[in-house]
């Protein structure tokens, strides 16, 4: 124990106090370490942080601190009370390793705030033998620190898109910074509204954001309307991967309707178990199903045409110049209106609709695109599937912050791994 109380001292020190001695609990099962206020030091009103005259002593409050050899670690104080001449007070003095009436230490809830962003909250309870509710406690306590100190600084291109966190059409916005080198989430909003992502934009002010210079997003109205009104000198990328997923929608949406039709009237189920043949990129098929596709390919079905038209598409992408891009774009959006193929005509359609926005992929010289934020959106489902299902808006936000924000961390007298 003599030996525990000189590391704390040496490594583990606060000014104006000093560990004094270490023992085990009644039970056993834990090791309780004393501390005292050094003679002649004062305490710090806990409003404004500034030395006051002392008033009297409360009883000894437990502070959970991090484990030690497999045993639970408390520290024993008592807390002092000032008379503060500032605040006209007599207030609970603050302490270094405290965080106003929250039972875990400082170092504790970093602790375990990291241990929370490997394993599930479940899991660093159970690791620690302590409670979800302290985990969340801690997490918290480092979130709230990261997002009162986090630096915006210069911000050249984000993406924003939504995803389903709760059955019941219950999305919700996230906006993440895509600069070259740097990927972070700035903004977690509820529900995918205008309000919504306007939240995001009142946190980093008229001023920030009128110096971002690319934006990404999918084709939602409410997103075009508040990034027109936002960012109206920016470069706004539609994302081309919410492009094609609406194109592959289009193409099982006509196979569905002509597998029905032709089971109607009697015709060989070819299309029966063709989806995936369909959907696939002929790079990720298997040799069989290259086989079956080539086989499918020599009918004369709408759902040929639609999947030829799928793939002619592609070679949009395939452009660095966005005047032959759009020429290609022009070209198609006709061949495809001439298919009376109402499902991709609504595609052409939208494609005319937002010819600009798509070209603008191109002017970015390709530089940027929402596969960066389709990467941070699997990581935040990663978040919500670890965690087996968070109950409020409120634990949902602290943990993307947690794990994908890149928040800066409280201060720490020493490092425990």
Avoid at 2 to 10: D, G, H, M
Avoid at 191 to 201: D, K
Avoid at 311 to 318: K, M, R, V
Wanted: hydrophobic share 40%; glycine share 6%; with cysteine.
């Amino acid at each position: 124990m003599l030996q525990l109380i000189t590391i704390l001292n040496r490594c583990h020190r606060f000014p104006g106090f000093i560990y004094r001695q270490a023992g085990f609990s009644s039970d056993g099962k834990s090791i309780e370490i004393a501390v005292s206020a050094r003679v002649g030091s004062k305490a710090m009103c806990s409003c404004c942080h500034r030395a006051a005259p002392g008033y009297d002593t409360l009883p000894e409050r437990r502070f959970e601190f991090i484990p030690f050899w497999g045993f639970l670690v408390f520290l024993l104080y008592s807390m002092r009370r000032v008379d503060c001449p500032r605040c006209e007070a007599v207030v609970v003095e603050e302490v270094p390793w405290g965080d106003g009436k929250r039972t875990l230490t400082r170092a504790y809830m970093l602790f375990l705030a990291r241990w929370a962003r490997r394993l599930s909250w479940k899991e660093t309870a159970e690791a620690f033998r302590t409670s979800w509710d302290k985990v969340f406690d801690a997490v918290d306590h480092v979130v709230a620190y990261g997002l009162e100190n986090r630096k915006f600084g210069q911000i050249d291109a984000i993406g924003v898109d939504e995803i389903q966190y709760a059955k019941g059409h219950k999305y919700l916005t996230l906006v993440y910074q895509i600069d070259l080198g740097v990927t972070r989430l700035l903004w977690v909003g509820r529900e995918r509204t205008i309000e919504s992502f306007q939240g995001f934009f009142t946190v980093i002010g008229d001023e920030l954001a009128s110096k971002i210079v690319f934006v990404c997003s999918d084709m939602w109205e409410p997103y075009l309307k508040v990034i027109r009104e936002k960012c109206s000198e920016a470069l706004h990328i539609l994302d081309r991967f919410h492009i094609v997923a609406k194109m592959n929608k289009a193409v099982d949406e006509v196979r569905a309707g002509e597998s029905r039709r032709m089971a109607r009237e009697g015709f060989m189920p070819v299309l029966k178990k063709s989806r995936w043949l369909l959907l696939k990129r002929q790079e990720n098929l298997k040799t069989e199903q290259r086989f079956r596709l080539r086989d499918l390919l020599r009918y004369n079905l709408k759902t040929v045409r639609a999947y030829i038209l799928k793939e002619a598409f592609q070679q949009l992408w395939d452009y660095n110049s966005p005047t032959w891009a759009g020429k290609f774009l022009d070209q198609w959006c006709r061949q495809v209106m001439r298919s009376q193929i109402d499902p991709m005509k609504k595609i052409a359609r939208s494609m005319r609709q937002h010819r600009e926005l798509i070209l603008n992929y191109f002017r970015a010289q390709k530089l940027f695109s929402s596969g960066v934020v389709e990467g941070l959106n699997n990581k935040a489902k990663v978040t919500m599937r670890r965690s087996y299902g968070f109950r409020t808006f409120r634990t949902l936000e602290l943990a993307l912050y947690h794990s994908l924000g890149k928040l800066p961390e409280p201060e720490s007298t020493h490092e425990f791994f």
